[in-house]
């Protein structure tokens, strides 16, 4: 009875240290890449399998999905290795058409994913590993990137209403140019739940306002067995749910619609990820 007692009372504190670990893990934090190009900003992120670096994004920052066309030649795309906060920026350059060209870019008319093969990758250690990047790429010096494992995707299938879910991305079109209030080259993070699935598209309703900007960040997923937390990527952001509100004006019967943010955002899962990896490789 004594040894129960003392194996409830290690239990108990271990699951206190668990839920007490508030910080994010720093590959969480420098996860998201700050996208810029002539028509515009967007997010993406990065990830990783045993040879190769992708560049993941939502279709609609590279394409004009109305028309299926490219909208731009190149992306400007920045990343953090250390801390966002704190840490220096690496940037390189994408020739959106050389990757089109090589073949590099994978995507689908039906789905807001895109996915670029930027280089090839060989691990080092169970952390750190040399890229050798492919000529569709320019950089301004040696890049270090830290891009997400692929083991840490997991599929529509796994995910499951009430989950804890972090949005992040960079939101341009918030905030006042002229009288910043948060540095614009830097991340914004916002934590929610999974509120809803849509089976028949295989889609995620989070409960996270995004704006413009935001599309294309990564969706991390945090959960716990009591011991310890771990955290997953579940999908991409990909736009936000509007409401509206109509205004009638009684003498002249005329009628304004307005839209506005509802505060629930739509994510792709990452299903979607991974097929475009696997049908490509």
Same mark, same amino acid.
Request: hydrophobic share 35%.
């Given at each position: 009875?004594?040894?129960?007692?003392?194996?409830?009372?290690?239990?108990?504190?271990?699951?206190?240290?668990?839920?007490?670990?508030?910080?994010?893990? +720093?590959?969480?934090?420098?996860?998201?890449? #700050?996208?810029?190009?002539?028509?515009?900003?967007?997010?993406? #992120?990065? *990830?990783?399998?045993?040879?190769?670096?992708?560049? *993941?994004?939502?279709?609609?920052?590279?394409?004009?999905?109305?028309?299926?066309?490219? =909208?731009?030649?190149?992306?400007?795309?920045?990343?953090? !290795? @250390?801390?966002?906060?704190?840490?220096?920026?690496?940037?390189?350059?994408i020739d959106i058409k050389g990757a089109i060209s090589n073949k590099l870019l994978y995507s689908k008319n039906t789905d807001d994913a895109l996915i670029i093969k930027i280089g090839n990758f060989k691990g080092l250690d169970s952390s750190k590993g040399v890229i050798n990047y492919f000529p569709i790429i320019n950089k301004n010096k040696s890049s270090w990137l830290n891009p997400l494992p692929m083991e840490m995707l997991k599929g529509y299938s796994e995910v499951y209403?009430?989950?804890? *879910? !972090? =949005? #992040?991305?960079?939101?341009?079109?918030?905030?006042?140019?002229?009288?910043?209030? #948060?540095?614009?080259?830097?991340?914004?993070?916002?934590?929610?739940?999974?509120?809803?699935? @849509?089976?028949?598209?295989?889609? =995620?309703?989070?409960?996270?306002?995004?704006?413009?900007?935001?599309?294309?960040?990564?969706?991390?997923?945090?959960?716990?067995?009591?011991?310890?937390? +771990? !955290?997953?990527?579940?999908?991409?952001?990909?736009?936000?749910?509007?409401? +509206?509100?109509?205004?009638?004006?009684?003498?002249?019967?005329? *009628?304004?619609?307005?839209?506005? @943010?509802?505060?629930?955002?739509?994510?792709?899962?990452?299903?979607?990820?991974?097929?475009?990896?696997?049908?490509?490789?």
């Amino acid at each position: 009875m004594r040894h129960i007692k003392t194996l409830i009372a290690i239990l108990i504190l271990l699951s206190f240290k668990a839920m007490s670990q508030s910080h994010l893990p +720093e590959i969480i934090n420098t996860s998201p890449v #700050f996208i810029e190009h002539d028509k515009g900003t967007g997010t993406g #992120f990065l *990830v990783k399998d045993s040879t190769s670096i992708y560049f *993941v994004t939502a279709r609609h920052n590279i394409y004009d999905l109305s028309t299926n066309q490219v =909208l731009i030649d190149k992306v400007t795309v920045t990343t953090y !290795y @250390n801390d966002p906060t704190t840490g220096d920026k690496n940037i390189i350059l994408i020739d959106i058409k050389g990757a089109i060209s090589n073949k590099l870019l994978y995507s689908k008319n039906t789905d807001d994913a895109l996915i670029i093969k930027i280089g090839n990758f060989k691990g080092l250690d169970s952390s750190k590993g040399v890229i050798n990047y492919f000529p569709i790429i320019n950089k301004n010096k040696s890049s270090w990137l830290n891009p997400l494992p692929m083991e840490m995707l997991k599929g529509y299938s796994e995910v499951y209403v009430g989950d804890e *879910v !972090y =949005l #992040f991305g960079y939101p341009t079109s918030i905030g006042l140019k002229q009288s910043p209030q #948060f540095d614009f080259s830097r991340p914004l993070l916002r934590r929610g739940v999974v509120a809803g699935k @849509n089976d028949k598209i295989k889609t =995620l309703v989070l409960d996270c306002p995004s704006y413009p900007g935001n599309s294309g960040g990564p969706v991390i997923r945090k959960v716990t067995d009591g011991l310890r937390w +771990e !955290y997953s990527l579940i999908g991409l952001v990909v736009q936000f749910i509007p409401y +509206e509100e109509q205004w009638v004006n009684v003498k002249s019967g005329l *009628v304004r619609t307005d839209r506005f @943010n509802s505060g629930y955002s739509v994510a792709i899962s990452a299903d979607k990820i991974l097929n475009l990896i696997e049908e490509n490789k």
